[in-house]
Each structure stands twice: as structure tokens, then as C-alpha cells.
């Protein structure tokens, strides 16, 4: 093989690599002075997620929720747990809720993503999450 035909074969598996990869918003959550639960909308498509933060402290009830689109789904990660790097503390969609007591005082991450075969097909997922501590 030349230089040049290995030079592009590996300009080519670089581009394809970085369009492979995919899109993960970030957005912080934020009560109401004085309210105890909170609604944010989205929309997801494909593979992509959105990583909602906020501020919590150990020993607080926390409940999520989502509604919307039957194929948008939630994990809820403790303070310094990223999602694909460790095991969520609990996880729904939009049949189910997940509520529970936080183990430590910090920032928690719900991630809102899809399952594998509606994110392959591209599909869209609109959704309210609704977060509730106590």
C-alpha cells in the first residue's frame, strides 16, 4: 500500500469516526423559588440525549417522570456518576417513575435517551420531565 492510498484510508476512518459520535446536550434544571417540582420540556432524535443537572441534598426524596413520546426513557446518576461510566440509581419511561432516597448532597444527572432500535431508525422523541425533591 502507497503512502498517499494510507493517508486517505486514514483520513477516512478519522471523519467517520467523529460523524459516528453522538450529540449529548447538556441543561440545568432550576425550581421556582419555593417550589418543589419543576417541568422541562425537550426533544430528542436518533441516538443523541440530553443530560438534565440539578442540585440535591443527601437524604432528600427525589421523583422523575417523563411523558411525551413513548419511546423517550430517563436514568438518574448520584453526584460524580456519569452516564455510560457507572450504574444509574434508577431509571424510567414514560409507564413508569422512579423515585428514591439520594445517598449523597451534590449534583444529580438525568440523562433522556432512547432505546437502540427506535434511536437507529432515527426517530423522533419529544418529552416532559417532570423532577420532584422533597
Same mark, same amino acid.
Given at each position: 500500500?502507497?503512502?498517499?492510498?494510507?493517508?486517505?484510508?486514514?483520513?477516512?476512518?478519522?471523519?467517520?469516526?467523529?460523524?459516528?459520535?453522538?450529540?449529548?446536550?447538556?441543561?440545568? *434544571?432550576?425550581?421556582?423559588?419555593?417550589?418543589?417540582?419543576?417541568?422541562?420540556?425537550?426533544?430528542?432524535?436518533?441516538?443523541?440525549? *440530553? @443530560?438534565?443537572?440539578?442540585?440535591?441534598?443527601?437524604?432528600? @426524596?427525589?421523583?422523575?417522570?417523563?411523558?411525551?413520546?413513548?419511546?423517550?426513557? /430517563?436514568?438518574? /446518576?448520584?453526584?460524580?456518576?456519569?452516564?455510560?461510566?457507572?450504574?444509574?440509581?434508577?431509571?424510567?419511561? $414514560?409507564?413508569? @417513575?422512579?423515585?428514591?432516597?439520594?445517598?449523597?448532597?451534590?449534583?444529580?444527572? *438525568?440523562? $433522556?435517551?432512547?432505546?437502540?432500535?427506535?434511536?437507529?431508525?432515527?426517530?423522533?422523541?419529544?418529552?416532559?420531565?417532570? *423532577?420532584?425533591?422533597?
Amino acid at each position: 500500500m502507497n503512502a498517499t492510498f494510507a493517508g486517505l484510508l486514514a483520513l477516512t476512518l478519522l471523519c467517520g469516526t467523529a460523524q459516528a459520535q453522538d450529540r449529548v446536550s447538556h441543561t440545568p *434544571v432550576h425550581f421556582a423559588k419555593g417550589a418543589s417540582s419543576t417541568e422541562v420540556k425537550g426533544s430528542i432524535k436518533g441516538y443523541d440525549s *440530553v @443530560q438534565y443537572t440539578l442540585s440535591a441534598k443527601a437524604g432528600q @426524596q427525589m421523583t422523575v417522570k417523563i411523558a411525551g413520546s413513548r419511546n423517550a426513557n /430517563f436514568n438518574v /446518576f448520584a453526584p460524580g456518576d456519569k452516564p455510560g461510566e457507572a450504574n444509574a440509581l434508577g431509571s424510567g419511561s $414514560v409507564d413508569t @417513575q422512579w423515585s428514591g432516597a439520594l445517598p449523597a448532597s451534590g449534583s444529580y444527572t *438525568v440523562q $433522556v435517551y432512547q432505546m437502540r432500535a427506535s434511536a437507529r431508525r432515527g426517530e423522533l422523541a419529544p418529552h416532559t420531565l417532570t *423532577v420532584e425533591i422533597r
